[in-house]
């Protein structure tokens, strides 16, 4: 994939994940996917996502940057949201919370195969507190 069908493929992507199309995930993520070092496969993969958007109702995936380097995409998510319980062991309790995240992932043969994710938890705690 060039940068731009690559950056495509995870715009795509992004918007699957706010639409919440599980029926689409399987098109855009290879099946034995692997999150943070560890191999949780497709299934494994929409239950996380499923469970996030339970404890958060609003939640939606702002891309504040995008990096293509194929096959390779580095990005800077960004979330405006109210979590209705915990989110990262901070009771949040429907307080709207910022924060960020910032992920690289790795394509293979058009899917995503690799995901590294490092979110700014220290930003909720100190909203909360």
């Not at 689409?24 to 497709?42: I, K, M, P, S």
């Not at 958060?56 to 995409?73: K, N, Q, T, W, Y």
């Not at 979590?83 to 992932?105: A, D, H, K, M, Q």
Request: hydrophobic share 45%.
């Amino acid at each position: 994939m060039n940068k731009q069908a690559l950056s495509d493929a995870y715009r795509t992507y992004i918007d699957c994940l706010n639409r919440q199309d599980w029926s689409v995930l399987g098109q855009l993520l290879d099946e034995n996917v692997r999150y943070n070092g560890e191999r949780v496969g497709l299934a494994g993969y929409r239950a996380m996502l499923e469970r996030d958007f339970r404890a958060i109702p609003d939640l939606r995936f702002v891309i504040e940057r995008l990096i293509a380097d194929p096959p390779h995409i580095a990005a800077r998510l960004c979330f405006d949201c109210t979590p209705v319980g915990e989110l990262f062991g901070v009771s949040v309790n429907g307080r709207r919370v910022v924060f960020s995240e910032n992920v690289f992932y790795e394509f293979k043969d058009g899917k995503i195969c690799d995901v590294w994710s490092v979110i700014d938890k220290a930003a909720v705690a100190a909203q909360i507190i």
